[in-house]
């Protein structure tokens, strides 16, 4: 206890910092590892294309997701607590900023901003839950526009200034992005 008392400033200044560090970490390896996700947002079809991006609309920013916590919940937990991550919307994606391939680039943002692109959500797809595999963000008149994509289930949620909403990629729209997604599932570890 004399101990404690002499060295108490330094002592609670280390318990902020790690708690600082850990308890977000921990609530997240809670929230998601082995887990099912499934997002609550909006399913109304009608309205959306109010939400999505104006056509022609550049994409500011790509950022990558972890790895998907039910395929490999050590991969999940390593990129939690010793990468550094940046958290939207309560998903978390890679710090660095992302640049996919040009064609990569130019089919999803064509996709993303189209509202034929895109079905109401069927519901709980199977697959283990959503998983934001990556992150395409725009900036509005607005505000920003940020749409996650679980490439396992062809699942979208749309997060904007005029509302949220989940969504589906129309079948013959996700069969047209395999390629893409086959090519991210390889950068993303799926």
Same mark, same amino acid.
């Given at each position: 206890?004399?101990?404690?008392?002499?060295?108490?400033?330094?002592?609670?200044?280390? &318990?902020?910092?790690?708690?600082?560090?850990?308890?977000?970490?921990?609530?997240?390896?809670?929230?998601?590892?082995?887990?099912?996700?499934?997002? +609550?947002? =909006?399913?109304?079809? =009608?309205?959306?294309?109010?939400? &999505?991006?104006?056509?022609?609309?550049?994409?500011?920013?790509?950022?990558?997701?972890?790895?998907?916590?039910?395929?490999?919940?050590?991969?999940? &937990?390593?990129?939690?607590?010793?990468?550094?991550?940046?958290?939207?919307?309560?998903?978390?994606?890679?710090?660095?900023?992302?640049?996919?391939?040009?064609?990569?680039?130019?089919?999803?943002?064509?996709? &993303?901003?189209?509202?034929?692109?895109?079905?109401?959500?069927?519901?709980? +797809?199977?697959?283990?839950?959503?998983?934001?595999?990556?992150?395409?963000?725009?900036?509005?008149?607005?505000?920003?526009?940020?749409?996650? #994509?679980?490439?396992?289930?062809?699942?979208?949620?749309?997060?904007?200034?005029?509302? +949220?909403? #989940?969504?589906?990629? +129309?079948?013959?729209?996700?069969?047209?992005? =395999?390629?893409?997604?086959?090519?991210?599932?390889?950068?993303?570890?799926?």
């Amino acid at each position: 206890m004399k101990w404690f008392k002499r060295y108490r400033p330094v002592k609670l200044a280390l &318990l902020f910092a790690i708690g600082w560090y850990a308890l977000p970490r921990a609530y997240t390896s809670i929230r998601f590892a082995g887990q099912i996700h499934r997002p +609550s947002l =909006e399913t109304q079809f =009608e309205g959306l294309s109010e939400l &999505l991006p104006s056509p022609g609309t550049k994409p500011l920013k790509f950022y990558q997701g972890l790895p998907h916590h039910r395929n490999s919940v050590k991969a999940f &937990l390593q990129s939690v607590w010793f990468e550094s991550n940046v958290k939207f919307h309560g998903y978390l994606f890679r710090r660095d900023v992302w640049q996919p391939e040009p064609q990569q680039q130019a089919v999803i943002v064509e996709t &993303l901003l189209s509202p034929a692109s895109f079905t109401p959500y069927s519901g709980g +797809s199977g697959c283990g839950g959503f998983h934001a595999d990556f992150m395409v963000r725009f900036e509005s008149a607005d505000g920003m526009i940020d749409m996650m #994509i679980c490439t396992n289930c062809g699942e979208v949620l749309i997060f904007s200034p005029k509302g +949220s909403r #989940i969504v589906d990629f +129309s079948p013959n729209t996700y069969r047209n992005l =395999e390629s893409v997604w086959k090519d991210l599932k390889g950068v993303h570890g799926h």
